[in-house]
C-alpha cells in the first residue's frame, strides 16, 4: 500500500531518514535533508508549500517499508502558481536487493502517477552512472538526459587576485531575458521545456544573487549562487567562445558570494555540455566529488474535460457527419472520386 505521508507513518520516516539515498545532490548538499521535517510540513500544509512525501507500507514484509520525497518547481513570472516540473529529492532505504528494487519502483510510479494528477508534465531525478538506484527509476519509465560532474570549493582563499572583467556586473532583475537568451544558445535544445526557457538540468537551483557578462549587448555568461544552510550552490552558463572570461569571471563571483563571511564550502553543478570548464575549475582550487546521470521522466498531465470529449447521445451522429475532423477527404472530394472510378469503367 502506498499513501500520501500522514501521522500514522512518523515512526517508519523516522526508522529509515538515516538511510535516504538523495537524487537530487545540490539541494541536499546545500541545504540538507530533513525527511521528518519536511514531511510533518507538507502534512501540516496541505500540499502548499510545494513537496510531498509518499510512503510505502508492506503488511506481510515489513523490510520492504520505504518513503520517499519529491519537490514541486514553482512557476515563474506571471505563471508562478503552476507546478509543471518536479525533482525527486530522496528515497530510504537503499534498494540494496531486488525486492527493495522493485519496491523503490512501486513507489516511483506512484509519485508519476500523483504529479501528474497535479499537473506535472517532467519528472527529474539524480542518480549514480550504474546502481540499483538507475536501476528501479528505468522500471518506471525514467531515461537517462545527460552526465554531470560535482565540483566542490572546501573554502574561499583568505586572498584573491581578482582581475577587472570589462562588461561583468551584478545581475538585475531586468537581464531575465538575457539569461533564457543565454539558455537557449547553451543548453541542447532536448534538455529545454517551457517553450525553450526551463533547462532540466537546474530545477534543484534557487539563486539568491548571480553575475553576468555582457559583451555588445550579447549575453557571454551567468553565474547563479545559493546561499544555503550547509554551503553554496553555483550554476555556470558560458558561452564556449567566452573560455579566456571564464576564469576571471568565476574568481570574481566567488570573491562577491551573497554573503561575505561566509566560510562554507561551495558544490558546483557542471553538465556534460559546459564539461570544458572543469580544468577551469581545477586551477581555482575545485576538487571533483562524484558524478551521476540526470534522468526524467515526462508524465502525462491529468486532464478534467478533454477538448475532444463529446455527449454520448451525439457521439454517433459526430462520427458520421461529412465535415467531422476524423475525415480525410471533404464531401467534394470524395465526389470526385467516385466519378473518376466509374468513368474508369464506362
Request: hydrophobic share 40%; glycine share 6%; proline share 5%.
Amino acid at each position: 500500500m502506498i499513501r500520501v505521508f500522514d501521522i500514522r507513518d512518523v515512526g517508519i520516516v523516522q526508522r529509515y531518514s538515516p538511510f535516504v539515498r538523495p537524487l537530487a545532490y545540490e539541494p541536499v548538499a546545500v541545504d540538507g535533508l530533513y525527511p521528518l521535517r519536511d514531511a510533518m510540513r507538507a502534512y501540516v500544509s496541505g500540499g502548499l508549500d510545494h513537496a510531498v512525501t509518499l510512503v510505502r507500507r508492506d503488511q506481510e514484509a515489513h523490510q520492504l517499508d520505504a518513503f520517499g520525497l519529491m519537490y514541486f518547481v514553482p512557476g515563474r513570472g506571471s505563471a508562478q502558481t503552476e507546478t509543471r516540473f518536479a525533482v525527486m529529492v530522496g528515497m530510504s532505504p537503499y534498494p540494496q536487493n531486488e525486492e527493495l528494487v522493485g519496491a523503490w519502483a512501486e513507489l516511483t510510479e506512484a509519485f508519476v502517477s500523483y504529479g501528474g494528477e497535479h499537473g506535472v508534465e517532467s519528472i527529474v531525478a539524480e542518480t549514480p552512472e550504474s546502481g540499483n538506484e538507475a536501476d528501479a527509476l528505468r522500471r518506471v519509465g525514467f531515461s537517462p538526459l545527460l552526465h554531470q560532474d560535482i565540483m566542490k570549493l572546501g573554502a574561499l582563499p583568505e586572498q584573491m587576485d581578482v582581475p577587472d572583467v570589462i562588461g561583468l556586473r551584478a545581475q538585475e532583475d531586468r537581464d531575465e531575458v538575457y539569461i533564457k537568451l543565454l539558455s537557449m544558445r547553451v543548453v541542447p535544445r532536448l534538455l529545454q521545456k517551457a517553450e525553450g526557457t526551463t533547462d532540466l538540468t537546474r530545477l534543484t537551483h534557487h539563486s539568491d544573487c548571480g553575475f553576468i557578462l555582457m559583451r555588445d549587448q550579447e549575453p557571454m555568461a551567468h553565474i547563479s549562487l545559493h546561499q544555503g544552510k550547509r554551503g553554496i550552490g553555483m550554476q555556470l552558463l558560458f558561452r564556449h567562445d567566452a573560455e579566456e572570461m571564464a576564469e576571471p569571471t568565476i574568481l570574481y563571483a566567488l570573491s562577491n558570494l551573497c554573503d561575505h563571511r561566509s566560510r562554507r564550502p561551495v558544490y558546483c553543478m557542471v553538465p556534460s555540455y559546459q564539461s570544458w570548464l572543469l580544468p577551469i575549475l581545477d586551477t581555482i582550487g575545485f576538487t571533483h566529488l562524484t558524478s551521476n546521470n540526470i534522468m526524467v521522466k515526462h508524465t502525462t498531465s491529468h486532464i478534467r474535460q478533454p477538448v475532444w470529449t463529446v455527449q454520448p447521445r451525439h457521439a454517433h451522429n459526430q462520427l458520421i457527419k461529412g465535415d467531422t475532423k476524423l475525415q480525410h477527404h471533404s464531401t467534394a472530394d470524395e465526389g470526385r472520386r467516385l466519378a473518376n472510378i466509374r468513368s474508369s469503367y464506362e
